[in-house]
């Protein structure tokens, strides 16, 4: 089972006005890595248009803004309802965990980091509404 719940992010993103709020203006793709697990997350004009796993094929020819790679067992974590210590955002996971962000195209990502890890809160609130 992938470990990244795309279609929950793709429905809870649009009527999400922080994130809207947060994600305006941004164009970039993104790349996500679980593990093995590799995604596609594509933002036009602060709408998410696509999130999705990666084809084998696709890999080569993707020039993502920003790579954000993680173990599968670090992205569980940080996807729990309530994460331990470090794990809530993804600047504390990056800097004191297992986290890793290459920005090939710093300015297509960091301005729009407040959007990425809303994206992540609305991943996890999908997953606590799922566990009730």
Do not use: C
Not at 88 to 112: C, N, W
């Amino acid at each position: 089972m992938a470990i990244l719940d795309t279609q929950r992010a793709l429905t809870a993103a649009p009527g999400d006005g922080e994130f809207k709020i947060a994600a305006r203006h941004w164009n970039a793709d993104l790349r996500l890595e679980a593990g093995d697990e590799k995604y596609l997350l594509r933002v036009r004009n602060g709408l998410l248009l696509e999130f999705r796993e990666l084809q084998a094929i696709e890999l080569e020819s993707l020039r993502p803004a920003a790579t954000i790679s993680a173990s599968r067992d670090d992205w569980i974590e940080l996807l729990k309802p309530v994460p331990r210590p470090f794990f809530q955002d993804l600047m504390a996971a990056q800097t004191r965990q297992g986290f890793k962000v290459e920005a090939d195209d710093p300015i297509s990502f960091h301005p729009y980091y407040r959007a990425i890890n809303r994206l992540f809160e609305l991943m996890r609130a999908e997953s606590t509404a799922r566990e009730k």
